[in-house]
Structure formats: C-alpha cells, structure tokens
C-alpha cells in the first residue's frame, strides 16, 4: 500500500483537483481513524521499569482484578508516556487532517480539547497528570518549545493551547472521573480492558515487575479466539494501592507494542490546589463551548460501539441511535457496522474515480465478495472494510474477517 505521490510535472489545475480528493477522501476514512483513536486509548513506550523483579505473595487472577475494582487513589501526580505505532501509512499529513477533523468543533479552535487529545493517537508524547478527587483533574501535553494543558476544577473545564494562545472554556458535571480525557491513563484504559474479559478470554498473573518505583503484579490478557488482531494485554498493578501503572497492548502479529501508556514519575501524594487553577493568558483567544458547538449535533457516547443481544448479534430496536452503529460477533471478534448513507468509494480509477479513486485504491486493498465490492484499509490493531454501497465494517479483526461479515450480512 504505497502512498499517493504527485507528480512535478502536475499542472496547477490538477493539484488543485487532487487536493480537493484528497478533502473529500477524509471522509471516507474518518470511521477508520475515528475507531482507531478509541483502540488506540487501549493501551498506551512502556514505562521505565526498575531492574529486577520484586518478591511478592502469590495472587490469583480474580484477586488482582478484585483489587484493581477496589483501589481508590483520589490523589496523584506524575509523568505518563504514550507511544503509539498502528502502522499507518505516510500520507503526507494528510492523516493528522483526518484525526482532528473528524472531531473538530465550531471553529476548530487549538484549544479544544476534542481535536487536540486526538495526536495521541499516534507518535510518541509526554503527559504530566494530577489528580485531587473526582473534581479536580489536569493534564498536560508536553511539546516542542509549547505544551497544551486541559485542566478540570468543579463545574468548569479548561483547555489551554500555549503556542497558539488559545483558550477552550467549557462546563461540565461535577464528577467527570469517567470521561473520554481518563481514558488515556492505565486507569482508564484497564477499566475499558476488563470490561472485555468473558468466555472468549484468558487472565492470568504473568509475574512481577518494578514501574515508576513500585512493586506490581503483571495482568496479562489473552483472547481465546482466533481472527482477532489482539495479540495480548499486559497490565502493571500497584502492590499497594491496585491502581494500574502501566498498560501495554500487542497485536497478534507480533512486533512491537500497537501503543503502550506507562507512568515514569508518580507520586500519592496531595497535589497543590493551585495545581488545578487557571488564568486567562493577556491576549488570548478564548472560544466557549457553547459557541464552539452552535449548530452542531451532540454525539451520544453512552453507547459508543452501538448495542447488542445476548447472541452478540446485531441490536435492532434495542434503543440504537440513527448514528450509532450496529455490533455484530462476539467478544474479540466483535465488528462495527456503520451506515454512511449509500456514499461508498469508487473501486480502482478505471471506474470512474480518477485521481480520487487512484489515491483511495493506493491506501487500501481491494476486496470482492458475494456483498459486492469494496476497500479494506488496514492497521496493525484495526481495519476497516468501505463497501462500494456505502456501508463500514470496523474492527480489531482480520481482513477475511471482515469480509465474512460483509457477506454474512447480504
């Protein structure tokens, strides 16, 4: 899968045509890096661990998740490492238009926190975090000569872009300990983890380790099936306290981690309350949340992968919005089904896609089956099949697989 490359001799007319395809092919791939983003936040360069293994009483399985579900750290500050490898190809940039305008709001300001928490997504990044109970939380986004800082105090939320001097302000309930920000911490992304441990999976304690200067049990987490593109989830858990320190997840391809998230740094300890304080910058622009989403539709992320029956098949009637996709397989094999409104991708530039369908054609692979035509576009953790009817089938699954569910589904 080659990426798309110009030509020096294009004349300006045509580059301004492939721009534009490449705009409109954004659209196209949007349900891809969008999933992609969500797996991504399971499993964030591992953390430093200190050498050698340290010496602690026997745990079962169920105990560690027992005392994962328990542990109630309200206060902490630390440094988080993310990197994040999916595999994606060098589109130029053109993949990092894609993740934020897939979830850019109102005016796209650099300081909103939905489109600038999506560069996690891929690279390698720095965070320093605090927490003081449910109410009070702050992360920061270490970068080159600038830093981004999303801060939480009570009813208000702060987001704060320092090399664009832009400010995001927002309200919110109280208590967001739940929110799409903590997904990004081996908290959030274990609590997500377990929610997948059923029939189809295998837990074990795989031994111990040192992270951040703590001793920890290893969670590891295997699925049971075969077809999916998880190859194992390996979790640190704090001795002491039961809180997750560092996740790592690894596809069943083998390699390199897809993306791990670990703590380097972490401290217990109360963090200062003017930790979680924020002031205007002078000069700043400031964009509200309620002029950022005028006009535009709310998501509903209760149910971000849609609902199923207790067969795992598709729910129909079982409160799905219009928006919100349908999940068909079980457990690991799980597959999303979106609708896109019959607005499929031209197979191949020879039928009538031009330079758009070549560009598409170059990013994935072509696929037949008795649903028809379409692409597969392929990562390392998810891939995607866009049917030339317009419909999506995403998941952490195979490409076969997920042509089995296409056909299945005529």
Do not use: C
Request: hydrophobic share 35%; charged share 25%.
């Amino acid at each position: 899968m080659a990426p798309y490359e110009t030509d020096d001799s294009t004349d300006t007319g045509e580059r301004d045509e492939l721009r534009a395809g490449r705009r409109r092919a954004a659209r196209y791939i949007v349900p891809v890096t969008v999933v992609g983003v969500a797996a991504a936040t399971i499993g964030l360069v591992p953390a430093l661990a200190d050498s050698g293994d340290p010496n602690l009483p026997k745990v079962t399985a169920q105990q560690l998740i027992d005392k994962i579900a328990k542990s109630d750290v309200q206060q902490l500050s630390g440094t988080v490492k993310i990197s994040t490898d999916l595999g994606l190809p060098d589109l130029g940039g053109l993949e990092s238009s894609m993740l934020s305008g897939a979830t850019k709001s109102g005016d796209g300001s650099s300081a909103d926190p939905t489109t600038k928490l999506t560069e996690l997504a891929t690279g390698t990044h720095t965070l320093r975090v605090a927490a003081d109970g449910p109410d009070k939380q702050k992360v920061s986004l270490l970068e080159n000569a600038a830093e981004y800082s999303l801060i939480h105090n009570g009813k208000d939320v702060w987001g704060y872009d320092s090399q664009t001097n832009e400010v995001f302000h927002g309200t919110t309930a109280a208590d967001t300990s739940k929110g799409d920000e903590t997904r990004a911490t081996p908290k959030g992304l274990t609590d997500e983890a377990l929610k997948s441990v059923d029939d189809t999976t295998s837990v074990t304690v795989d031994g111990t380790e040192h992270v951040a200067g703590r001793d920890a049990y290893k969670l590891l987490i295997k699925p049971k099936q075969s077809g999916t593109t998880v190859g194992a989830i390996s979790i640190a858990v704090d001795a002491k306290t039961g809180l997750p320190l560092k996740f790592t997840l690894t596809p069943a391809s083998g390699g390199a981690a897809v993306v791990d998230v670990g703590f380097t740094q972490l401290s217990l300890s109360k963090p200062a309350a003017s930790t979680f304080d924020f002031k205007t910058p002078k000069g700043a622009k400031v964009t509200t949340e309620d002029s950022a989403t005028k006009g535009a539709p709310t998501p509903d992320r209760s149910a971000p992968f849609g609902k199923t029956d207790k067969t795992g098949k598709a729910g129909k009637g079982l409160g799905k919005s219009a928006d919100d996709p349908t999940v068909i397989g079980k457990g690991w094999n799980s597959i999303a089904v979106f609708e896109t409104g019959g607005q499929g991708i031209p197979s191949g530039s020879k039928s009538g896609g031009g330079d758009l369908g070549g560009f598409l054609s170059s990013l994935g692979d072509q696929v037949k089956g008795s649903f028809g035509s379409g692409t597969v576009y392929s990562t390392r953790l998810i891939n995607a099949l866009v049917t030339d009817d317009g419909k999506v089938y995403v998941g952490a699954v195979t490409k076969s697989a997920l042509v089995k569910a296409a056909d299945a589904a005529k």
